[in-house]
């Protein structure tokens, strides 16, 4: 058909037969309709609430009417969010550094075990990693409160042993910290683990064949070429972890171990007039992630994500 | 070879200098119950290129892997020349394979790909040999690509310039011809097999295409089972099969179960298809009782009417005729109902004028017939291996024959094999 219609055009017939022009017509608008639902599901859900919240965002207040704004640009609210807020965003990219940190340390080896060491055990090594969605994300955060308070088995073990100078995690950066490991810890198993199963045993061998011994060939092979997956998996864990707030208000305290989620909750569903300030909290977060994001990925990145 | 610069590396941790000869003895690997690969013995002499043929599943490979380290035998010690490698890490041996699927690293350039070898010995100028390993396969253009950027026949070039820049005692060829098109194989054929001469390293190539070997090896090993059926220089292996499974793997066979009646001077005399035929003593590894008797399809000649002589013929019924150019190929039925193939040039003026039902005598020069033992092909066939069939054909303990000038005998039993023309 595409051979038939450019010889039509290419031997420079002007009363082309209408038919495969026709075609053609018909096929590239196949590619248009089938981006239109999610365009359509984009356009609606993304782009003009996105636009919504950044003109909140330069609203200024009714001078002695709080909670009715007027459109504006009011840059202030930024400076707000940015000097008022500093410690919360500092409190979120730190928290949420060492769950991706602590989350990696932990998924490696375990989807290198999954990927060349579980045999007939890595399905149900796959359904344990992925269980946990099968319930509500607050009930397990809510959980591990439990698990982590101070007569609980943890913090009395740490206790015994001298380890806990404080006598808490919970309402500590610790719990903050462990929960988003926790939470976020499926998110950096999985792409890790696709990656690693998708490697070439045989390139593996080829390190230890060519006089790698076992740590060299996993460090000039076997992690080089699960990258992709690593990246994959720490954009997945940082990203939500940056913006999460759920586990800093069930496992954190009330004053020092606050992130940037929990400020723009409170601003906007707590503090009369704080919708514009919220809007800027959020519009400067995702402006921060998306400048690390694109550092990490300029730094680290493979070909396949860039 | 001087185009691999000075021998200036730094030893790896573990690393088994060891120059010399590749010697198997009684090496067994099993999985589970399976035994892939059962008391294997040979030499390969340094230098030489050796081909270790087979159907897929005959241990061939496992036998490739156990000597680059990647498995260890259950049995059985591994040596190259004096130094014993068995149970060392495949780091630590001077071997290098050429993986059936290159195996090239993704995430580095040709070049980085060349020289991984080379730095992870502590070569200074690993760059440097490495360029020079690429002029060898003639890669040198594409040395800053990605291998996903590459061809099949590039990949492999590259994969054996990854091999060789190691300077390896012993290179390893996992089929490395398995994924090209016949064209561009013809061409690695002779390719690889200029390298070799011009390194002079001994390579061990692993492969299922009978063709492939016998143009490539000095020496081939016929596998089968594990074991090793028969190994030789590669016209001594086809003029003279010591076993059926041999007669068919390499080349084609007519084959017919007989029994030997009597001798007749040098000859046996051989009851098989309805007719009595001759084999000389010395290419029969039977001499009484069963015996399969045994011709090459170009070996026998298609007659009209019976030949008059010395009784080497047998009469048959024409089921195909298929012309293929150079030569007719004609499947006939000889009087047991066993189908048999011929192959004759088309030297004739005339054409053939044979057509399926035509009765015809077949007539071959008792030369050219050998005899193998019979329930061979069952014991071939049978998963647990028949200890009759083991008796018939010990078990390979033998040194293989690279004297090149193709009057070569594997087994060093027979002596009296080497005396017939081929």
């Known amino acids: 058909m595409t051979v038939a219609s450019a010889h039509v055009a290419g031997g420079g017939t002007t009363h082309a037969d209408p038919a495969p022009a026709g075609g053609a017509r018909k096929r590239s608008w196949t590619a248009y309709l089938l981006l239109l639902p999610g365009g359509l599901w984009l356009l609606l859900f993304f782009v003009i609430p996105l636009v919504q919240l950044f003109t909140v965002s330069l609203q200024s207040g009714f001078p002695g009417y709080p909670g009715y704004y007027y459109r504006d640009v009011n840059i202030g609210n930024y400076g707000t969010a940015l000097t008022e807020f500093a410690g919360h965003f500092g409190r979120s990219l730190l928290y949420a550094g060492l769950a991706t940190f602590f989350a990696f340390i932990l998924a490696y080896p375990l989807a290198y075990a999954m990927a060349f060491k579980a045999g007939k055990w890595r399905n149900v090594m796959m359904i344990c990693v992925i269980a946990p969605f099968f319930t509500s994300f607050i009930l397990r955060t809510i959980a591990w409160r439990q698990i982590l308070a101070d007569d609980g088995p943890v913090a009395s073990t740490l206790k015994f042993l001298h380890l806990l100078p404080g006598g808490h995690i919970t309402e500590t950066w610790m719990a903050v910290v462990a929960g988003l490991t926790y939470n976020f810890l499926p998110f950096m198993v999985l792409p890790i683990y696709a990656s690693l199963e998708r490697a070439d045993a045989r390139v593996i061998e080829a390190g230890g064949d060519l006089y790698a011994n076992g740590f060299t060939t996993f460090r000039t092979v076997t992690l080089p070429m699960s990258m992709p997956g690593v990246i994959a998996g720490t954009l997945l864990t940082f990203i939500p972890a940056a913006g999460d707030y759920v586990n800093a208000d069930l496992l954190g305290s009330d004053r020092s171990t606050k992130m940037v989620g929990n400020v723009i909750e409170s601003q906007f569903f707590k503090v009369l007039g704080g919708f514009p300030v919220a809007a800027a909290l959020s519009f400067t977060l995702m402006a921060l992630i998306l400048a690390m994001v694109f550092l990490y990925i300029r730094r680290f990145g493979t070909e396949e994500l860039l | ?422």
Not at chain 2, 185 to 209: A, P
Not at chain 2, 265 to 279: K, Q
Not at chain 2, 341 to 369: I, K, T
């Open chain 2, 1 to 422: 070879m001087s185009i691999f610069g000075g021998n200036g590396s730094k030893a790896t941790r573990g690393f088994r200098e060891a120059r010399g000869n590749l010697r198997l003895t009684g090496v067994t690997k099993e999985f589970g119950d399976f035994t892939a690969v059962d008391d294997l013995g040979l030499e390969v002499p340094r230098g030489s290129f050796f081909a270790l043929l087979g159907p897929s599943g005959c241990g061939k490979t496992t036998t490739l892997r156990m000597v680059a380290g990647l498995e260890q035998p259950t049995r059985g010690r591994i040596l190259i020349g004096d130094t014993d490698l068995t149970g060392s890490r495949p780091y630590e041996r001077p071997v290098n394979t050429v993986f059936q699927s290159y195996a090239l690293f993704p995430h580095l350039t040709i070049r980085d790909n060349v020289a991984f070898g080379p730095k992870r010995r502590g070569e200074a100028d690993a760059g440097k040999l490495a360029d020079d390993a690429l002029e060898l396969v003639q890669m040198s253009h594409l040395a800053a690509r990605k291998p996903a950027q590459l061809s099949g026949g590039q990949q492999q070039r590259v994969a054996v310039a990854r091999a060789l820049v190691n300077r390896p005692e012993v290179l390893l060829l996992d089929e490395p011809l398995g994924a090209l098109d016949l064209k561009l194989r013809r061409q690695m054929q002779v390719e690889l097999k200029r390298i070799q001469t011009e390194v002079g390293l001994t390579f061990i190539h692993v492969t299922h295409d009978q063709e492939e070997a016998m143009t490539m090896a000095d020496t081939v090993a016929v596998m089968n089972h594990g074991r090793i059926e028969q190994m030789g220089h590669p016209e001594v292996l086809y003029d003279l099969p010591k076993t059926s499974f041999v007669a068919n793997f390499l080349g084609q066979s007519n084959l017919g179960d007989g029994r030997v009646t009597g001798t007749d001077g040098d000859d046996l005399v051989v009851e098989v298809a309805g007719t009595t035929v001759r084999i000389p003593k010395s290419r029969s590894t039977v001499h009484d009782g069963a015996i399969t008797f045994g011709v090459r399809p170009e070996k026998v000649r298609i007659r009209d009417q019976r030949p008059d002589g010395a009784g080497n013929d047998v009469k048959a019924t024409v089921v195909d005729v298929s012309f293929t150019g150079v030569a007719t190929q004609f499947l006939v039925t000889v009087a047991s109902g066993t189908t048999w193939a011929v192959y004759e040039q088309n030297l004739d003026v005339e054409r053939n004028h044979l057509r399926p039902g035509d009765e015809v005598w077949l007539e071959w020069e008792s030369g050219h017939a050998f005899g193998v033992p019979v329930n061979d092909v069952e014991a071939a066939a049978a998963t647990v291996a028949d200890p009759d069939a083991a008796k018939a054909e010990p078990r390979a303990h033998q040194s293989a024959d690279t004297s090149g000038d193709g009057t070569g005998d594997g087994s060093g039993s027979d002596p009296d094999a080497l005396a017939v023309p081929s």
